[in-house]
């Protein structure tokens, strides 16, 4: 099994990963140390280091990396059986965010929870168990997708009472994120475009206003819409200001690895949602190129493993991992160059974040079992497709 494993996508994934932690070494050095700081004058660490971020990251990294290795064994089929139960589970998850004791704040959303001293972030893997759950639930509607009473109605349920949650958190990335997915999948599977259409307005008018209830994702759009107003450049705008300041400064070839002058202290979260310009800070505009083309080529790949899965159930769960990861990659890239509004999105592989990378590389592991369990030959038999599907990398 084995051997017919896509090795251009492990190695791209193991490779960012990698890449990841050498950029986490050097960006989160100001942050590590004042942390570390803190820490030492309040008696709970003995001195400061500028190591704190990394070691974290190298720990989640070898949880992640492993768990990607033993899910790669386990048969994608079992997480058909396992898509209710785990996705019931992630929805419970949901709602204990927001209880006292257990939930906790990070920054301005409550997306967190800490349990026995860890802490994970729940949406992280809803965005996996939703695929898992739509994926069996698409499949099982094959011939009533592009209805509207058995098809849409459902649908629309399904991803409201996922994305409620996430909307009341505020999670603005998390959010489109899960839509984007969700309707990626729908439509693939033969949803009708004018429902899809019309849910992605549904779910507009009725998650945006819960999101932006609050101030700070107001003042988010304000400054993404008035980017050229000094008062609000300097206030509002001041995270999204100092990353376009680090693009600027890295130009076509960079400062040189761990030469940046924003990481100390100008750019908020340099390791994390805004790493993506400290990368272009120290490596420049053509280092990046090779960094967002690792990434085309890992969603390519993610596309491809889809249109040669050896059933419907593992083409979609395919096709849901393969776009969450392209997603998030753009909405995070876009971010940090101002073309779209702050969203608190990671930037796959690559950015500090425990529950993130744990995910994503789980969700890699198992594109990797359905690429090794894929017959080309077979797939057009066995996938069982419902009229009027197209998909572009299949050539029909």
């Known amino acids: ?13 193991v490779g960012l990963t990698l890449f990841g932690l050498a950029m986490i070494a050097s960006v989160s050095v100001f942050d ?23 070691i974290r990251s190298a720990v989640n990294a070898a949880i992640a990396l492993g768990a990607m290795g033993l899910v790669m064994l386990v048969p994608y089929r079992l997480w058909e059986r396992l898509a209710r139960p785990l996705f019931l589970l992630t929805f419970i998850l949901l709602i204990a965010v927001f209880l006292p004791g257990i939930g906790n704040n990070y920054g301005t959303a409550y997306s ?9 972030q729940p949406t992280e893997f809803l965005k996996l168990t939703l695929i898992f759950y739509l994926a069996v639930w698409l499949q099982k509607k094959e011939q009533l997708i592009g209805t509207f009473k058995e098809g849409f109605l459902p649908f629309v349920t399904l991803l409201l009472l996922s994305t409620m949650l996430v909307a009341l958190q505020p999670d603005l990335g998390s959010f489109l994120v899960l839509g984007s997915i969700a309707a990626a999948m729908f439509f693939i599977a033969g949803g009708n475009l004018l429902h899809l259409l019309a849910g992605g307005a549904l779910a507009a008018v009725m998650g945006l206003p819960l999101i932006l209830s609050k101030d700070y994702v107001r003042d988010r759009f304000q400054a993404f819409l008035n980017p050229t107003d000094v008062a609000i450049a300097d206030t509002i705008g001041f995270q999204v200001k100092q990353a376009l300041i680090a693009v600027g400064r890295g130009g076509v070839f960079g400062v040189g690895y761990g030469k940046s002058i924003q990481k100390f202290g100008y750019l908020p979260e340099a390791k994390a949602d805004m790493i993506f310009a400290a990368m272009g800070e120290e490596l420049g505009f053509l280092r990046l ?14 596309y491809k493993i889809a249109s040669e899965a050896p059933d419907r159930f593992g083409f979609l769960v395919a096709m849901g991992i393969s776009t969450w990861i ?21 930037l796959p592989f690559i950015s500090y974040g425990g529950s993130s990378l744990l995910a994503l590389l789980i969700g890699v592991g198992i594109l990797l079992n359905i690429s090794a369990q894929s017959h080309s030959a077979a797939a057009e038999l066995r996938r069982g497709r419902s009229g009027g599907f197209w998909f572009p990398l299949t050539g029909r």
């Open 326 to 346: 392209a997603v998030q990659t753009i909405l995070n890239v876009s971010v940090n160059i101002a073309l779209f509004p702050l969203t608190g999105l990671t």
């Open 289 to 302: 190129i090779i960094v967002l083309t690792l990434y085309a080529t890992l969603v390519y790949r993610g």
């Open 112 to 120: 967190w929870l800490v349990i026995g001293g860890f802490s994970i």
């Open 1 to 13: 099994m084995l051997r017919r494993v896509d090795l251009l996508l492990l190695g791209i994934a």
């Open 32 to 54: 590590s140390y004042q942390l570390t700081s803190r820490l030492a004058e309040r008696g709970l660490r003995s001195e400061p280091t500028n190591a704190f971020y990394l």
